[in-house]
Every structure is written in structure tokens, then in C-alpha cells.
């Protein structure tokens, strides 16, 4: 995939990634003992105009939340109406637009985002864009080839990992700025490392997928897709456990380490892209439908 533009990729990927504070790393300790697990409701925030994203800064306990702003079916359209909210971190809205597009870098229909080396990154339609989380919401636009329909955004501390839905391609963009393509699945939707793995699910084909990271090996399939609907947002717990997110089936839902048993944790209607803040233990999801945010502690007991 090298190109003329990947030349200037390296050169602003190779300093926007030095000092990535692993805001989304999973935890690289030894093997933990499975739990049991639930989710308690502590509080539903409303005011947000379709919200599709939550990310935690790690470093300040601020919350940011991604809203399309556009009409139904309409998700991928270029009308500049996008905005970035950001949230406290006990939930209260600090600033509802707390970015909004201009002129020269509008924002559309921001998708997923990632925290990594005091950057917010977000995935817009085909284009991969940043801003600056010093004050100064500097926006730039990271330059990548032949994309469609970006969606989820992650990082494991040192480089990131995005999907595109359109086009049914991950990449991985490492500190040197090389853009890599992961062999994935139809329709791919969330994604996440951990502890040097990778997981992603698939909308359409309502699965959950381990890929390989070095992008030599083919997609495995868990072999669940009767459970869910369209599967959005992926998480993985320290123990193995996944949390996933499934949009039309209304749900959030656990896979155990064991890849075999399904547990349902919430009933939540247009359940988006969830994100995590581990430090506090507490589960954040987008109803996107709903213009709402819900925030959940994540129970766990020893078996």
C-alpha cells in the first residue's frame, strides 16, 4: 500500500504516536481467574444528537462522546454537521459541542475514537482526523489511501487500529507510520487489541472474529453469530471476557474466556460503540437512537 501520500503519513504518524499514554491498553499482567459478571445502571445522561462513540481519557478521567448529527440512514454522508462532546468524569456534560468542524477541516459523521500520545483520534466518513487535547483543538487530517467507511478506532499505547466497514479491511498504523491492511471480514464494525492479540466483530455477519495482528494469517470466527443481531462495539476484560454491544438486538451482552457461553449483561436499545474507563470499573454506552449515554459499573465476583 505505499504510496506518495504514505510519505508524508510517516512524517506525522512517527510524532503522533511517541508518548502514547495507553489510554485502551489492555492489561499485559499473567493470566487472571474468570469471574462471574453484571452490570449495575448507575446514571443515563440525554442532550446528544445520535451518539455513536464513548472513549475515556485515562490520564484526566474526561469523557468524550462522538455525535452524527444527521438524518436516519444518513450516517455516512459528508454534511458537516458532526460535533464532539465532552463529559466530566462523573457523566455531567461539560461541553456539548466541545468540537465542532470548520471550513477548512469540517467533521461529519465522527465515529470511533482513540486516546493515544495526548491526541483524540476519530474516524469521519473516509477520513481519519485528530485533535489535540493540550487546548488548542488543533484538527488535522491523517492522510490514508483508498478508504470508504471508517468506523471503530483503537489503540494498544504505541500504535492504532481501525476498521473500515465499506471496504471490509482493518489497518494497522505503527509509530513509524507504515499503514499495514489486517486480512478481516465483511462489513467489520468494533475492534480492540490485547495483550499483543485481536478481536473484531462483523455487522452483517453477526460475529465476533480473532485476527491476526501481523496481518499474515486469516480472520477465525467464534462461531456465535446465532446470538446476536449486528454486533457494533467490542471490549476485552483483563480475565478474557468480552463485553460486546449489539445494536438492533437491543443488548449488551458478555462472551466468557471459554469463546462459548454468551451471557446477557443489560437490555439497551441501539447499543453503539461502548467504551471503558478500567480504572473505575464502569462501562459506557451510546443509545444511539436515543440521544442518550448510559454508565454502568462492571460487577465482578470469583467464581
Not at 504514505?6 to 510524532?15: C, E, F, K, Q
Not at 504516536?17 to 499473567?30: A, L, M
Request: glycine share 8%; net charge negative.
Amino acid at each position: 500500500m505505499m504510496s506518495k501520500q504514505l510519505i508524508l503519513l510517516t512524517a506525522i504518524i512517527a510524532i503522533m504516536f511517541s508518548g502514547c499514554d495507553e489510554n485502551d491498553v489492555h492489561s499485559n499482567s499473567s493470566a487472571v481467574q474468570p469471574m462471574s459478571i453484571s452490570l449495575k445502571l448507575i446514571k443515563e445522561v440525554g442532550g446528544f444528537d445520535i451518539p455513536e462513540c464513548v472513549v475515556v481519557d485515562k490520564s484526566t478521567g474526561d469523557i468524550y462522546v462522538s455525535n452524527i448529527v444527521t438524518a436516519e440512514e444518513a450516517y455516512w454522508t459528508d454534511d458537516g454537521n458532526g460535533f464532539i462532546s465532552l463529559l466530566s468524569s462523573d457523566g455531567q456534560i461539560k461541553e456539548l459541542e466541545w468540537l465542532i468542524g470548520t471550513p477548512e477541516i469540517p467533521i461529519h459523521t465522527p465515529k470511533g475514537m482513540a486516546i493515544c500520545g495526548g491526541w483524540l483520534y476519530f474516524t469521519d466518513n473516509a477520513s481519519l482526523k485528530r485533535v489535540s487535547l493540550d487546548g488548542s483543538k488543533k484538527v488535522e487530517i491523517i492522510p490514508l489511501d483508498q478508504t470508504q467507511q471508517l468506523n471503530d478506532l483503537a489503540t494498544d499505547g504505541t500504535s492504532l487500529w481501525l476498521t473500515d466497514s465499506g471496504a471490509g479491511k482493518a489497518y494497522h498504523l505503527d509509530q513509524q507510520g507504515t499503514v499495514q491492511e489486517i486480512p478481516a471480514v465483511e462489513n467489520i464494525n468494533g475492534i480492540t487489541p490485547w495483550k499483543g492479540r485481536l478481536f473484531a466483530v462483523s455487522w452483517k455477519l453477526h460475529e465476533v472474529y480473532e485476527l491476526d495482528p501481523s496481518g499474515k494469517n486469516t480472520h477465525k470466527a467464534f462461531g456465535l453469530s446465532d446470538h446476536f443481531v449486528n454486533l457494533d462495539g467490542i471490549e476485552v476484560l483483563d480475565d478474557g471476557t468480552f463485553i460486546l454491544s449489539d445494536f438492533k438486538g437491543n443488548q449488551i451482552v458478555a462472551v466468557l474466556p471459554d469463546r462459548k457461553t454468551v451471557i446477557k449483561l443489560a437490555d439497551a436499545e441501539s447499543a453503539a460503540d461502548i467504551g471503558i474507563d478500567r480504572q473505575r470499573s464502569r462501562l459506557y454506552v451510546p443509545l444511539f437512537s436515543k440521544n442518550k449515554i448510559r454508565v454502568y459499573e462492571i460487577c465482578r465476583d470469583e467464581k
